[in-house]
C-alpha cells in the first residue's frame, strides 16, 4: 500500500469493503482494496473481500456483480454495529470495527489492530481449479461459537460504466466476491461451480462468530489451474 504500510501482527486479517459501481464516492476505496490485493508484501495476511452491494442498481447502472445477499451481509452488520443504515464505501475490519472505506490511515489502524490480536482459531486452505469448478481442501481448528465460510473471488475485472454515477468511467474491480457458502463442520473438501467465464480466481475461508460476527481466523488462496 502507498504510503505508510501498517505494522502487521502476525494474525490474517479479513477487509470487507462494501461497494458499488453505481456510487461516485466508492471508486477511491476500491482502489485500497485493489492495492491490497496486488500488494505481495500483503498476502495472506491482509484478506480482502469486495461485496457489492445491490441497493444502488436502481439509479441508472446496475453494478453487474451486485447482489441482495451482499446487502444483507452488510445489512447484519449496521445492526450488530448499532449502526443507523448501511452505507459505501464501508469497510468491515474482522468482523470487529468498521469505517468509510477510503479512509487508509483509519483501514491501517485498524489491519494492525487486528492483526496483533490473539486469534482464536485457525484455517489451512488450498484450491484448484477444475474446469467449471474449484475444489477446495479445508483444515479448520476453530471455536464451536463460529461458522465457517468459503468465499471465491475474482480479480482484474474492467467494466466500462455508461450511466449512474459514475457513467464514463472505465472501473476495474479485484477480490469481487462471486460465491460465498457455509461449509458444514468436519467438511474437508468442497466443490464449488462457477462461471467458465471468470478468470484469476481465489478462494478465502473464515471463520465467523455467528453471535458478534466477529471474525475468529482465516486463510486464502490462489485457485492452481
Sequence with gaps: MHGSPPKL???PVVVELFTSQGC???PPADALIREIAHDPALRGRVIPLAFHVDYWDQLGWRDPFSSAEWSQRQARYSAAMHLSSSYTPQDVVGGRRELVGSNRSGLNAALE???NAKAAGEIGLTVRRDANSLIATIRATVPARDDLFLAV???DVTTKVPH????GRTLTNDAIVRRLIRIAPGQNSVTIPIDPAWRNLSAVSFAQD???LAIDAASAARAQP
Design 153 to 155: 473471488t475474482e480479480d
Design 113 to 115: 489492530a487486528a492483526s
Design 210 to 212: 455467528r453471535n458478534t
Design 9 to 11: 501482527g502476525p494474525h
Design 24 to 26: 461516485s464516492s466508492c
Design 164 to 167: 449512474g454515477e459514475n457513467a
